[in-house]
């Protein structure tokens, strides 16, 4: 498989919300304290019912992703989109 790499423009990067630096700080913080990470960044969403639970899930032993992981009585939908 050929990936291929693309310079960023100038000013598409001076407009960016995040820059690499930014990306990488914040993917290890996203790693080393998920409930925290996610706790902020999900205030940055406009919720239309607040989440009462930033996680329910492991990443040791065996990562399992169903029904059981999000379970709600009823639909939680943010009002903007990431």
Known sequence: M????YTVPRLVRQRAFIDREKYL???EESVENP???WGKHGKRIDWFKPYTK????SFT???SIGSRT???TSP????TVI
Request: hydrophobic letters at 40%; glycine letters at 4%; a positive charge.
């Open 2 to 5: 050929v990936l291929e790499r």
């Open 25 to 27: 700080k914040w993917y």
């Open 35 to 37: 409930e925290k990470f």
């Open 54 to 57: 930033v996680k329910n899930t």
């Open 61 to 63: 032993g065996k990562v």
């Open 70 to 72: 999000v379970r709600q």
């Open 76 to 79: 939680t939908i943010a009002s």
